[in-house]
């Protein structure tokens, strides 16, 4: 998460670092790989290359293991499979006592098992990620970028595709991103991330799920759209990404109900206070994911013991924001904080007239000071004390290790 001090203890004591934990181990039946969470998904993905078959991890290979998943996880398989925790059989953990444990949904351990599911990191520190596998040998993957002269296309596209493309073929997955780069363009440049989980050899070729992001209905500049793993779309994708290494970085996450006014809404008022407030701003990248999440998502995330979000799948489809700032110069920090204040002052008011904004946010992509845990579902953050409490009475991971959010510190 980019929040200052959230990995870290900002303090004297003992940094404990998960960065040679990096196991994997897939079971004889091929049915489970365990995690060592000191791996990034990019190692993940290249170990299960050559079995064809995949885990619903992270969409950007050099994002971390543990984080993604004690945050939920989106993937390019929650259309099918939930959030990525959902497919988590079981986490070893050591206890604040010392003890290791591992737990699952169905032995004594099993309430740690239920809020280690996007609960955060209030409960032990996990050493051990069981992972339900899925066979994927038919993957298609790549990145489309369109002319800005499409967007309101594009962004009719998102809202089509969160009604009917993911609700009718869950084996599809999106990725819509507007990018401001002042840099390189006056205006926001349209990208989208497509995938398909195709179940024969040539179906992600011209998949109707994906109809709306591709010609004729909407011809992009350029496309790697092709049949491939997940491994050979990181070895695409992650070093474009690593190469904002070292820059300044910050995450505002938003949620909205789906509708047609709610993609326009988000990406012109958002577009529109960049253009105002922080065109100047050295090395600035704006990028706003405006991402679908369907009913079916939530029903697979929700089946069974649930999960802490308990996002009711019946106001689905969501749209899920994230609103991205990169930019080069401490001396442009004041800026930004004035920008994401003033963008998200302008953003609620217009999604609450409309009745569109949801109060869930989306714990891996929120920012620092946002109420995460207010928004899962009622009687849930009352549970995750309770458990927090079972687990870790003296408060070893909620003091002594205070990045990130803590169920302890939600007022009641």
Not at 32 to 39: A, D, E, F, H, Q
């Amino acid at each position: 998460m980019t929040v200052q001090n959230s990995n870290n203890i900002n303090s004297t004591g003992i940094l404990i670092s998960a960065d040679n934990l990096t196991s994997l181990a897939l079971s004889d039946d091929q049915q489970t790989l365990s995690i060592g969470p000191g791996n990034r998904w990019v190692d993940v993905y290249q170990h299960l290359s050559p079995y064809g078959i995949a885990v619903p991890g992270g969409r950007i290979g050099i994002v971390g293991v543990p984080g993604l998943l004690l945050g939920g996880g989106m993937s390019y398989f929650s259309g099918q499979y939930g959030f990525s925790s959902t497919s988590v059989k079981a986490y070893e953990v050591v206890l604040a006592n010392g003890d290791i444990v591992t737990a699952t949904a169905n032995n004594s351990y099993s309430d740690l098992h239920w809020a280690l599911k996007g609960g955060g990191n209030s409960f032990g520190i996990v050493t051990r990620f069981d992972l339900q596998t899925h066979p994927a040998p038919n993957v298609f993957i790549g990145m489309s970028n369109y002319n800005p002269l499409q967007t309101t296309q594009w962004l009719d596209a998102i809202y089509n595709f969160a009604t009917y493309g993911q609700t009718e073929y869950p084996e599809a997955a999106v990725i819509p991103v507007s990018n401001y780069v002042p840099n390189l363009s006056p205006v926001p440049v349209p990208t989208t991330i497509l995938f398909y989980d195709s179940k024969t050899p040539l179906g992600g070729v011209n998949a109707t799920a994906l109809e709306n992001f591709t010609a004729p209905r909407l011809t992009p500049l350029s496309s790697t759209y092709v049949k491939r793993d997940l491994y050979a779309w990181s070895q695409e994708l992650d070093p474009g990404t690593s190469a904002l290494k070292g820059s300044r970085q910050r995450f505002h996450a938003l949620t909205a109900y789906n509708s047609p006014d709610t993609a326009q809404t988000i990406h012109n008022t958002f577009m529109s206070v960049a253009e105002q407030l922080i065109s100047n701003v050295t090395g600035l990248v704006a990028a706003l994911a405006i991402m679908p999440v369907s009913k079916n998502w939530l029903e697979q995330s929700n089946a069974g013991e649930g999960d802490p979000m308990g996002l009711d799948a019946s106001k689905a489809p969501y749209i899920f924001v994230e609103e991205s700032l990169t930019w080069g110069l401490p001396a442009d920090d004041t800026t930004i904080e004035n920008f994401v204040t003033v963008v998200n002052q302008q953003l609620d008011a217009v999604l609450d007239a409309k009745g569109l904004r949801s109060s869930f946010l989306y714990l891996n992509d929120a920012d620092a000071g946002q109420p995460v845990f207010q928004g899962y579902k009622p009687g849930n953050v009352a549970k995750l004390k309770a458990i927090r409490e079972k687990y870790d009475p003296k408060r070893i991971y909620t003091d002594l290790l205070p990045g990130g959010w803590k169920v302890a510190n939600v007022q009641s």
